[in-house]
């Protein structure tokens, strides 16, 4: 070959190498006027050249999905012609999928986890990436002034008054906190408190201490002693005398004193005086819970000078709804017996409370827990999905909210029907039902609370959901159609009334003329499916909400309109920190049960978030277009809902007192009769209880084999004895398919398994699983190659466990003249309750016995 010849070939592999490259950077030095001619400014805004580049690298399969032993996806570049592509991998080191591909919290799966659709489309905000300025680090405050700051919290029933921790505070005195007797004392702010132990005759002596550090409180014990002393789960006693122990005390973490049979538990509240700020380090401090929504406002403000930015929420409120949720998680977490339940003991759950202005939509707090990772458990701190609950302020997702949804779904329907206010009939037994009016709704059935006859506001005060699904049947009528023939109920008749006419026949609906029986799920509806009911479009207007299968922004970003005098795009960052929009999906109803009667008792698509449950119930209650913010306004809406039937209003809201009076938020309006509100404040509620999808089951085990099959570490399949073996011989029995794993070599199959002896047991019983166990069998899940290799093995789908979640919406308002005049709408909605009663109720308790929420009621909040 020519000298030319082999001139020529060099640069042709150069440019083909740096190809990729070239383009990067031609993306990048283009960038600025694209973002002009898109209309957007090149200081801000989403890195979606990239986007679209990795997501179609993602549809082209080549990524590739591996999971390691604690069940964690990794992502990869395909093994094979692809992986080894020096072009793609040019690529892969000169942007940001170097660094993307090591972090799988970026990614967007398929739904079984086995193929990369696509990358987060907010994984990469850029913030002033070509003009060179630096973030945002102006102060982010609350509506009235900074927040208290830290305090130590005894935790009782009533809460004892806190202890306020602060770095100009008195030293300890002699015994602070004394056990046996839970004695808490101290005067005005602290920075120290010494923890006392009275032993038998002996004069009390000193064992540890709380101590402020800067900003950090930190639990000291100087000496071993019988008295048990717990930060969270961990026993931070020392373990011989002279050794002095100091362990952090993190915010919402819990200070456990225990000795015989005397407990006192002492949390730690508050933290950061403001939502954010900057230190003088440089470094963002943040309000617990409140990270995830500064942070997208700090995105929006790059380039902006750093004057103090105040939102709408209330330092005050904000910790009583933080303190109140924590609380009352922790009493979720110790009502769990781990025999009854498939879930670790202790493990975290979703939980959030939205607190709201209810005459102004204002937002006033939004609590979240866990709020840290020392409140998840060791399994999930290994989990993607459990990273992610800390990660996250659940106020702003959609979550399952059970029967809280039957209000505002009555209201609709009621308004779009006037004479379905009228409908009784019998609440039917306590357990499972699956006749309504005569209707088959099919296999499975429907939970109900028995009652006799039921009218309208019994329904709502005692959630019954026999008048619900009939309630949602019925509603699917068309009002003004000609009568059609009356159709007999099958044996037993049930009585029910309309209008004052008792009736013993089964609904003429439409829906079901083109059916001639119910499926083993109920009625499904034949052509068109599309084919909905008229009162979703009155629901529509009425709460701003999107009834049908959604479009639009996936973000309610209005919530933050006049934050920076323009209204905010879909496409901005402010989408992460505002609301997901609901999507009811109304308009695409395939099947009666689960899509529309399992909306109407919360279940299916009815999923919303707790500032927009809030929003919906503060209509309800005041009759004004009420709209949620996080922006001060300084006036409450004046215009009036929508509404065709404005009577039935005063239906639905004496349905949602009586919840307060004798159903199923009894006790709490026992509680707040005792709290010190006048007779002008009125309370209007409603509960729910739903089934919540837990954690997946954990299977190492299976996992691992997988991934032995995958990497090819001598996995074949035995047609003697019809099993899998690891080398020559089969295993006997699973303690040598255990020591065969043990044995694999770490260089071979780029999977390490030595000294991981409990993880191999389990691998060893997952071969055992797949065995025929007789000779020239073959197995059923998989197919061994010709040479008997086993590449490829089957995960099993497990089941996650159904939850019980509780939630409820309490709106208490001070009226003059019959009209609103100020109050707060309170949204608890706890994905787990466990062995708690009625946990969702003693947290809005809790909010609205607080000073602070006294103070909003009566007009002195900020």
């Not at 072009?87 to 660094?99: C, D, G, I, K, P």
């Not at 002393?229 to 952090?248: E, F, M, Y």
């Not at 009784?424 to 939970?447: E, H, N, P, S, Y």
């Not at 999107?546 to 970003?557: F, K, L, T, W």
Request: glycine share 10%; charged share 20%; proline share 8%.
């Amino acid at each position: 070959m020519s000298k030319r010849l082999k001139r020529s070939a060099g640069w042709a592999r150069v440019a083909a190498v740096a190809a990729p490259l070239v383009a990067i950077v031609a993306l990048v030095a283009g960038a600025p006027a694209m973002l002009a001619a898109l209309g957007r400014p090149s200081g801000q805004g989403l890195a979606s050249g990239y986007d679209h580049l990795i997501d179609a690298i993602a549809q082209r399969q080549w990524l590739a999905v591996r999971y390691d032993s604690n069940g964690e996806p990794q992502i990869a570049l395909r093994d094979g012609p692809v992986g080894d592509d020096r072009r793609l991998r040019a690529f892969v080191n000169a942007s940001y999928l170097r660094t993307d591909l090591q972090d799988p919290t970026l990614w967007r799966l398929s739904d079984d986890g086995r193929w990369v659709e696509g990358i987060d489309p907010y994984a990469h905000h850029i913030d002033r990436p070509f003009s060179g300025g630096g973030a945002w680090d102006g102060p982010i405050l609350f509506r009235g002034g900074p927040a208290p700051g830290l305090r130590l919290q005894p935790m009782g029933d009533p809460s004892p008054a806190p202890i306020p921790l602060e770095p100009q505070g008195a030293d300890a005195a002699a015994c602070d906190i004394l056990m046996p007797t839970r004695r808490v004392g101290a005067s005005g702010p602290r920075r120290a408190l010494s923890i006392c132990l009275k032993d038998g005759d002996a004069p009390p002596h000193a064992v540890g201490s709380v101590i402020l550090i800067g900003d950090q409180a930190v639990v000291r014990v100087q000496t071993p002693t019988i008295l048990e002393i717990r930060v969270g789960a961990r026993d931070v006693r020392p373990r011989a005398n002279g050794d002095v122990t100091l362990t952090p005390l993190p915010q919402g973490e819990t200070l456990t004193l225990r000795t015989g049979q005397s407990v006192l538990r002492l949390r730690l509240d508050g933290g950061a005086a403001d939502i954010a700020r900057s230190e003088r380090s440089g470094a963002r401090t943040y309000f617990p819970a409140l990270q995830p929504l500064a942070q997208p406002l700090e995105r929006v403000m790059a380039g902006r000078p750093p004057t103090p930015l105040r939102l709408s929420l209330d330092a005050r409120l904000q910790q009583a709804a933080q303190g109140a949720l924590s609380a009352g998680a922790a009493t979720v977490r110790a009502g769990l017996s781990p025999r009854e339940t498939n879930q670790e003991a202790g493990d975290a759950f979703k939980a959030a409370v939205t607190v709201m202005d209810t005459t102004s939509g204002q937002v006033l707090a939004v609590a979240s827990w866990p709020l840290a990772e020392t409140d998840l458990t060791a399994a999930q701190r290994r989990t993607r999905r459990g990273r992610n609950l800390v990660a996250q302020n659940h106020n702003f997702e959609r979550l399952p909210v059970g029967s809280m949804a039957k209000a505002p779904f009555s209201l609709a329907i009621l308004d779009a029907d006037p004479a379905l206010a009228t409908l009784k009939m019998q609440g039917g037994a306590t357990g499972r039902i699956r006749t309504v009016l005569g209707m088959d709704l099919g296999k499975g059935g429907f939970d109900n609370h028995g009652l006799d006859v039921v009218d309208f506001p019994t329904f709502l005060e005692q959630s019954n959901n026999r008048y619900a699904l009939a309630l949602m049947m019925l509603a699917y009528r068309a009002p003004g159609a000609p009568l059609q023939p009356v159709r007999v109920q099958p044996s037993p008749v049930e009585t029910w009334s309309l209008e004052g006419r008792s009736r013993t026949d089964t609904p003429p609906l439409p829906v079901f003329g083109e059916a001639t029986a119910p499926g083993p799920f109920g009625w499904v509806l034949r052509p068109p499916p599309g084919r909905g009911p008229a009162w979703p479009d009155r629901l529509a207007r009425l709460f701003d909400i999107d009834a049908g299968q959604g479009g639009g922004c996936h973000y309610d970003v209005a919530v933050w309109r006049g934050l920076t005098g323009a209204a905010p795009s879909c496409a901005s960052p402010l989408a992460g920190a505002s609301p997901e929009r609901e999507r009811l999906g109304f308009d695409a109803i395939a099947s009666f049960r689960n899509d529309y009667l399992m909306a109407g008792l919360g279940g299916s698509r009815s999923t919303w978030s707790a500032i927009k449950m809030a929003e919906v119930y503060s209509r309800i209650v005041t009759g004004r277009q009420v709209r949620a913010r996080f922006t001060p306004t300084a006036s409450p809406p004046t215009v009036d809902l929508p509404m065709r039937s404005p009577h039935m209003r005063a239906t639905v809201l004496d349905g949602l007192s009586r919840v307060v009076k004798s159903g199923t938020a009894a006790w709490l309006g026992r509680e707040f009769a005792g709290m010190g509100y006048g007779p002008e404040v009125a309370l209007f509620a409603k509960t729910g209880t739903m089934k919540v999808a837990g954690e997946v089951p954990s299977e190492p085990g299976a996992v691992l084999l997988a991934q032995l099959a995958l990497s090819d570490c001598g996995l074949r399949w035995d047609a003697e004895t019809g099993g899998l073996k690891f080398g020559f011989v089969a295993p006997r029995n699973q303690a040598e398919a255990a020591w065969q794993i043990l044995d694999l070599k770490e260089t071979r199959c780029r999977v390490r398994v030595a000294g991981r002896r409990d993880l191999a047991q389990q691998a060893a019983a997952e071969m055992q699983r797949f065995a025929c166990a007789y000779r020239n069998c073959r197995p059923a899940d998989f197919e061994p190659e010709p040479d008997g290799r086993v590449v490829s093995l089957p995960l099993r789908t497990a089941e996650p466990p159904l939850l019980d979640g509780h939630a409820i919406a309490v709106v208490a308002v001070r009226q003059a003249d019959g009209r609103p005049v100020r109050g707060l709408t309170i949204v608890v909605n706890l994905q787990d309750k466990r062995q708690a009663e009625s946990p969702a109720l003693a947290i809005a308790a809790s909010i609205l016995r607080s000073p602070a929420a006294h103070a909003w009621i009566a007009g002195g909040g900020a």
